[in-house]
């Protein structure tokens, strides 16, 4: 079983549809990034939480440690968007345990 | 905004060969990372390197790879004898410290082909 379970794996959407990406995990963790992957390759992370809810812009992030799992979440997506986001708990000292991602392609 | 930044972009190289990638971590970071990504896999931790020497390590980070810090701005991960099984995109991140809630910094990667 993996340690890091993304839901869907893969979503399409229209653009200004409210998205949610889900994230499960069995690894005991201390925080959680969500990270975002662009086709070219390139990581940039967009959240760090450890507990509740986090908002960025069109982005909200919630954790609830006791349950192992967390959501991400877009408002008024756009094309833009599109990229693959991946979940990524922390279970060492600082070690980051990544999920598969989910591929989000946000269409016109 | 300051940035990892990593060099080559791309590298190509023979089976048994030695490679080194080079990372420039954010200049006030303490800890430095490697990860790398198969293609169409999921990013894999390699090892994190806090005040000159690894204070973490998968299981992937056999003998064939060193970490390095030789000045004060680079961090570099050498592969001593590649395998075709090397063939990845290799990221380098840094964070200011290792609490729980600092982000780590990604660099753009570097992609390695072994042939």
């Known amino acids: 079983k993996n340690e890091v379970e993304q839901s869907p794996q893969n979503l399409t959407a229209q653009e200004g549809e409210f998205i949610t990406i889900n994230c499960s995990y069995s690894?005991?963790?201390?925080?959680l990034h969500w990270l975002q992957q662009h086709p070219g390759g390139g990581i940039v992370s967009l959240f760090m939480?450890?507990?509740g809810k986090k908002k960025h812009g069109r982005l909200i992030a919630t954790i609830n440690i006791q349950e192992k799992h967390s959501s991400l979440h877009i408002t008024a997506s756009h094309p833009r968007d599109s990229a693959v986001y991946i979940c990524?708990?922390?279970?060492?000292?600082?070690?980051?345990?990544f999920g598969q991602g989910t591929r989000l392609t946000i269409n016109p | 905004e300051p940035e990892v930044t990593q060099t080559p972009s791309h590298q190509v190289t023979q089976m048994g060969q030695e490679v080194i990638l080079r990372c420039v971590p954010i200049?006030?970071?303490?800890?430095f990372y490697w990860y790398r990504q198969i293609l169409g896999q999921k990013v894999e931790f390699l090892v994190s390197f806090y005040n000159n020497e690894i204070s973490e390590k998968s299981e992937i980070f056999d003998d064939q790879f060193s970490v390095e810090r030789p000045d004060g701005s680079n961090f570099t991960l050498k592969i001593r004898s590649t395998k075709l099984e090397d063939s990845a995109m290799y990221f380098c991140a840094s964070s200011r410290d290792s609490t729980d809630l600092v982000t780590q910094y990604f660099g753009p990667g570097t992609r390695l082909l072994v042939l």
């Open positions: 990524a708990p922390r279970a060492g000292a600082q070690k980051l345990v």
């Open positions: 200049s006030n970071h303490l800890y």
């Open positions: 690894v005991g963790i201390s925080a």
């Open positions: 939480l450890s507990s």
